[in-house]
């Protein structure tokens, strides 16, 4: 009964000592967070929030900057054009694939020589420099720039607010075809911003390089707001739009007390990212806080359990990644070769463009191994992996393809390309002072991507390509077409 009692006691007094204790601190941890508050809204909290956004929208951007820059590209558009812009529903039956494909709202030509304005729906128009809805065109040509983003409303869908991804269509000799784009619409950028802002309890928009509101959760304000000349935020307007380059964290006057605020430049689409907290929010904020510690530290296990997932699983996908390297050169092996080589084929049926593959063997190697040992042949391995992808596009793919044969796949060339290449690399390997005491030098056969071919088929063109190499000698470049 002693002992009951003793320990009844025993709880009371550590519970009359802890809960106060805790109570205590919570209350000054409450004190203290309300002098701070300012200072962890404009370094973490908001911040984070303008982290969030500055992704969600690169990320769908993304897509659409990708295809208008790759329509720009396209061979089967640049040569409609230049064959005198014949049968328009191939452009539009071409704008309308690009638009069911990738789930544009809209896509686009423009014809420097006619003017014509070719949409997925077939001609829409011709356009003039008197017409207001036609002076993006014109201002677009004059500044010289590649790509844009464009706000404007979609004649084509009846004045629907849409986000343009204008771009240059050009000749190979630089000569101006005209424009292609595609759209997104407003309403899906709104929609983001405004999800955000209600989750966040911020305020989320952006704005141009003037100023102009260009993306709102409400979509009455896009394009008819300019912050140099709303009140309060107008007196930091210029800070906040000069701030290329850099983030601005600071805050100003508003009409019912300060407003905390966080932007970011999007070099990518030219607009800002402007997150704002009213501070009397915040205080609120602070207040619940005291009442949620419990689920804070709930919260904090939780977190620390999904770091601990996530830290295992980074660690698994770095294991992964592992058994795509070749162990001794470090370079890709064949697996990934062939996962590469589908990649760009399946790239080039879809764009329509072309490739060379260049399969590359060290003439005698066998003859270094034996006089000299596995392990000066392993060094002149190394050394030859080093050597070639320290030459080559960082666009290629080099890997080792099994032994002393090696792979290169060179994006966007064709055969001509390709041999120019070889050629480089035949002369480069041949006059190196790397491999020292040896000589070394190497064959290479190549071939380049045609209609009707598979994977299988050119490989099989370059290894006869290879053979051929090998079998008039050696130390020289053979292109099998």
Request: aromatic share 8%; glycine share 6%; with cysteine.
């Amino acid at each position: 009964m002693n002992i009951k009692l003793t320990h009844y006691k025993l709880t009371i007094i550590l519970m009359l000592v802890l809960i106060p204790s805790f109570i205590a601190v919570s209350f000054l941890n409450y004190y203290v967070q309300k002098d701070s508050i300012r200072e962890e809204l404009i370094t973490n909290s908001l911040p984070l929030v303008r982290d969030l956004i500055d992704w969600e929208i690169s990320t769908r951007l993304k897509d659409p900057l990708l295809a208008s820059s790759i329509m720009a590209r396209d061979t089967f558009l640049i040569e409609w054009i230049q064959e005198g812009e014949v049968e328009p529903e191939k452009i539009e039956r071409y704008l309308d694939s690009i638009r069911l494909e990738h789930g544009f709202s809209t896509a686009f030509f423009i014809s420097s020589k006619t003017l014509q304005y070719y949409s997925y729906q077939g001609v829409h128009k011709e356009i003039s420099p008197t017409d207001t809805h036609d002076i993006w065109y014109y201002d677009f040509i004059k500044s010289g720039e590649i790509v844009e983003l464009d706000v404007d409303t979609d004649e084509v869908r009846a004045g629907r607010l849409t986000i343009f991804i204008n771009h240059r269509v050009l000749s190979t000799a630089g000569e101006l075809l005209g424009v292609v784009g595609v759209g997104v619409d407003m309403s899906d950028i709104s929609a983001l911003l405004k999800k955000t802002q209600q989750t966040y309890g911020r305020v989320i928009y952006m704005v141009d390089e003037s100023g102009v509101v260009q993306a709102h959760s409400d979509m009455n304000v896009i394009e008819k707001r300019n912050i140099r000349t709303s009140f309060g935020i107008d007196k930091i307007a210029n800070t906040i739009l000069s701030s290329e380059g850099t983030t601005l964290d600071t805050y100003y006057e508003g009409k019912n007390g300060n407003i905390l605020l966080t932007s970011r430049y999007i070099p990518d689409i030219k607009w800002h990212i402007v997150v704002e907290q009213d501070e009397r929010v915040s205080l609120q904020i602070v207040r619940k806080m005291l009442f949620r510690t419990i689920s804070i530290g709930i919260f904090a296990s939780l977190l620390t359990l999904i770091i601990s997932i996530r830290v295992v699983n980074k660690h698994n996908l770095n294991l992964k990644n592992s058994f795509k390297l070749d162990h001794l050169t470090q370079i890709i092996n064949r697996l990934e070769l062939d996962q590469r080589l589908s990649n760009e084929l399946s790239l080039c049926r879809r764009s329509g463009g072309t490739f060379s593959v260049l399969m590359i063997d060290l003439d005698n190697f066998k003859e270094i191994n034996d006089t000299f040992g596995h392990s000066a042949g392993d060094d002149t391995l190394i050394k030859f992996t080093k050597l070639v992808s320290s030459s080559i596009r960082t666009t290629d793919c080099f890997g080792r393809w099994g032994g002393d044969e090696f792979l290169l796949i060179l994006p966007e060339s064709n055969g001509t390309e390709g041999v120019i290449i070889a050629n480089k690399l035949h002369s480069m390997v041949a006059e190196s002072n790397v491999f020292l005491p040896f000589s070394v030098t190497i064959s290479i056969g190549l071939t380049e991507l045609k209609k009707l071919d598979t994977i299988e088929s050119i490989l099989s063109r370059t290894d006869k390509a290879l053979y051929k190499a090998k079998a008039a000698g050696k130390n020289r470049v053979v292109f099998q077409d």
